[in-house]
T-cell receptor, first 116, second 113 residues
Framework: GAGVSQSPSNKVTEKGKDVELRCDPISGHTALYWYRQSLGQGLEFLIY????????KSGLPSDRFSAERTGGSVSTLTIQRTQQEDSAVYLC??????????????FGPGTRLTVL | AQSVTQLDSQVPVFEEAPVELRCNYSSSVSVYLFWYVQYPNQGLQLLLKYLSGSTLVKGINGFEAEFNKSQTSFHLRKPSVHISDTAEYFC???????????FGTGTRLTIIP
């Protein structure tokens, strides 16, 4: 596809379960970002991948959150032992070049996570 | 540290009237500024961005924004709104060497027929 895709679009889980959210960036984009959009918190940066460099994990809220990017393309965000406060829309974005080059980030439609 | 303030959480406007959505930022370094729009049940879409040069930036769908360094503002304007402009609008800031976008809390624009 032409844009960033994310799956699933919706995920409902029980407190304490693990979840995996997937992001397929635009082909050829070297940078990939995860953000979280929640009520009361707005849009928060979570993690950033650039090529083969070590990811910037400074936005991850706890050690229950982790992410990987395989082969410089697809990324998976994993949340272990989910809590109700993890309920949010998780957005993925990609850009052709690092934002240091002031390139535009293109966003996917998001995954709405609900933790019961 | 960088921050963005969008003072108006909701803005109702009559159709075909002009609108201004306010954005103020805080940063100790030179900034790049962005406006994104999020239509209902859709992802974020870039409206426009300011990197350098002319302080008046034109974007898609008839929107424009003006960078004002002295007032640390980047307000978004449209001279005549349409029903289809109903959406949430986010202002964001970053700077050279900083890959993270810092977003404001958003402004919900509602167009009244």
């Amino acid at each position: 596809g032409a844009g960033v895709s994310q799956s699933p679009s919706n995920k409902v889980t029980e407190k304490g379960k693990d979840v995996e959210l997937r992001c397929d960036p635009i082909s050829g984009h070297t940078a990939l970002y995860w953000y979280r959009q929640s009520l009361g918190q707005g849009l928060e940066f979570l993690i950033y991948f650039q090529g083969n460099s070590a990811p910037d994990k400074s936005g991850l809220p706890s050690d229950r959150f982790s992410a990987e990017r395989t082969g410089g393309s697809v990324s998976t965000l994993t949340i272990q032992r989910t809590q109700q406060e993890d309920s949010a829309v998780y957005l993925c974005a990609s850009s052709l070049l690092p934002l240091a080059g002031s390139d535009t980030q293109y966003f996917g439609p998001g995954t709405r996570l609900t933790v019961l | 540290a960088q921050s963005v303030t969008q003072l108006d959480s909701q803005v109702p406007v009559f159709e075909e009237a002009p609108v201004e959505l306010r954005c103020n930022y805080s940063s100790s370094v030179s900034v790049y500024l962005f406006w994104y729009v999020q239509y209902p049940n859709q992802g974020l879409q870039l409206l426009l961005k300011y990197l350098s040069g002319s302080t008046l930036v034109k974007g898609i769908n008839g929107f424009e924004a003006e960078f004002n360094k002295s007032q640390t503002s980047f307000h978004l304007r449209k001279p005549s709104v349409h029903i289809s402009d109903t959406a949430e609008y986010f202002c964001a800031v970053t700077s050279f060497g900083n890959e993270k976008l810092t977003f404001g809390t958003g402004t919900r624009l509602t167009i009244i027929p």
